[in-house]
């Protein structure tokens, strides 16, 4: 059987009714029938039957133990943070996202977590930067905007010999594409208001273990925390779960086209998009994806100012101009003004997010016509003649 057609199964009949929706149990609480005495549930915050089904099928989808669903991605980064005590460290991607640079520098650091950056694109950067302190590694790869990889396979390894838990953020690949427990991470987290929920319809996060210990950990976290999702919000999770392996295929066959496109733009400096054999990271990415590399591209443009990146951005018509990923619809944003402002400009350029960096969000409508918009917005916001860039509109490398 397929993973496919596995995960779509996966998602439970309602056994009382027959329904081929699980339920939405909009309860808070739950009628016992002794003090301790009950059908597996007692109070919302603990558990619910529609967030317990969402949970299971994202453990299958990671192939890991448990599965946890949170509030939002950035509860989910909270909730894996409060593993650690004070005087831990933490070992991240340096070109991280925003909110969770912010989480860590100004909420974490001052409880006593120490957090050192560095460029996971070479495990041995990792390898040298650990210490005695060293409790965990912190991935993105994806890294969100510029797309950088790193080598899972080999950070745990390096993670493992040091007795060091390894985090992957997978949002950007998803699991159709990736699976970080499988190359041997310990725990998995999501924004799932992306590519799992996949309608931009709502805020969501998940962490993934990849044993019972550690789920045993987060569960409490997760019960004492209290940042859990809302059943109607799980419902729409598994909904969007419902269509993930489609979805993912569209967006990154319609990126790879776009990607090759913009690598030809005469306007256009840098393309940032780990399916293109011109990727630094190409090569580990293709070892470590399967089936695409996903819907997000980042560029910069030669006029690499603040001003021409937002002469494009407010220029498209189907591309919309906002954050977040992974919906329908195509979105488009300036990470240095949006996204990743909250991290220092220095810092922000150092991490290759540079003035003139806008990031892509391919959605679902023809490729052909996104790259269409996307000539006109940059005809619009450029010098560059018209007659330079129509041979372009269908190219490919």
């Known amino acids: 059987m397929t993973k496919q057609t596995d995960l779509i199964h996966a998602i439970p009949v309602d056994?009382?009714?027959?329904?081929?929706?699980?339920?939405?149990?909009?309860t808070s609480t739950f009628v016992q029938d002794a003090p301790g005495v009950n059908k597996g549930y007692d109070y919302a915050r603990s558990n619910n039957p529609t967030r317990h089904a969402l949970e299971s099928v994202l453990a299958k989808l990671e192939g890991g133990d448990r599965a946890f669903a949170f509030a939002s991605g950035l509860a989910a980064i909270d909730a894996v943070i409060k593993l650690l005590d004070a005087g831990d460290q933490v070992i991240a991607v340096q070109d991280i996202y925003g909110g969770a640079y912010r989480l860590f520098t100004h909420i974490y650091s001052r409880l006593g977590i120490d957090v050192?950056?560095?460029?996971?694109?070479?495990?041995?950067?990792?390898?040298?930067?650990?210490?005695?302190?060293?409790?965990?590694?912190?991935?993105?790869t994806p890294t969100n905007p510029t797309l950088r990889i790193s080598d899972i396979a080999a950070i745990a390894e390096i993670a493992a010999a040091h007795n060091v838990l390894l985090c992957v953020d997978n949002t950007f690949a998803s699991p159709v594409l990736q699976q970080p427990l499988l190359l041997g991470a310990d725990i998995v987290v999501h924004s799932a208001t992306k590519y799992l929920g996949g309608h931009s319809d709502l805020i969501a996060g998940a962490v993934v273990t990849k044993d019972a210990e550690l789920g045993d950990r987060i569960k409490f976290i997760q019960n004492a925390s209290g940042a859990i999702l809302a059943p109607h919000d799980?419902?729409?999770v598994?909904?969007?779960?419902?269509?993930?392996?489609?979805?993912?295929?569209?967006h990154s066959e319609s990126a790879l086209e776009i990607a090759k496109w913009l690598l030809l733009h005469p306007a256009v400096d840098q393309v940032y998009y780990?399916?293109?054999?011109?990727h630094p990271n190409h090569e580990v990415a293709a070892g470590q994806h399967k089936g695409g590399y996903g819907g997000v591209i980042s560029f910069t443009l030669k006029t690499d100012t603040e001003e021409a990146a937002c002469a494009v951005v407010?220029?498209?018509?189907?591309?919309?101009?906002?954050?977040s990923l992974g919906g329908v619809k195509s979105l488009l944003c300036h990470p240095a003004t949006m996204t990743h402002k909250s991290v220092p400009a220095e810092r922000r350029r150092m991490?290759?997010?540079?003035?003139?960096?806008v990031r892509l969000s391919v959605g679902l409508e023809s490729a052909e016509d996104l790259i269409a918009d996307l000539e006109q917005a940059l005809l619009t916001a450029?010098?560059?003649?018209?007659?330079?860039?129509?041979?372009?509109?269908?190219a490919v490398v």
């Not at 056994?15 to 909009?26: D, F, H, M, N, R």
């Not at 598994?238 to 979805?247: N, S």
């Not at 450029?382 to 269908?394: G, I, W, Y």
Request: hydrophobic residues 40%; glycine residues 4%.
């Open 274 to 278: 780990p399916g293109l054999s011109s």
């Open 351 to 357: 991490s290759g997010v540079a003035d003139s960096l």
């Open 382 to 394: 450029s010098t560059v003649a018209k007659s330079d860039v129509e041979e372009l509109r269908f």
């Open 234 to 236: 799980s419902w729409l």
């Open 116 to 140: 050192v950056y560095v460029d996971t694109t070479d495990a041995e950067n990792v390898r040298n930067a650990i210490t005695d302190r060293t409790r965990l590694i912190w991935l993105e």
């Open 238 to 250: 598994l909904r969007g779960i419902e269509t993930l392996y489609l979805r993912v295929q569209q």
């Open 15 to 26: 056994e009382l009714t027959g329904a081929i929706s699980v339920p939405i149990y909009q």
């Open 314 to 323: 407010t220029a498209t018509r189907l591309f919309k101009l906002a954050e």
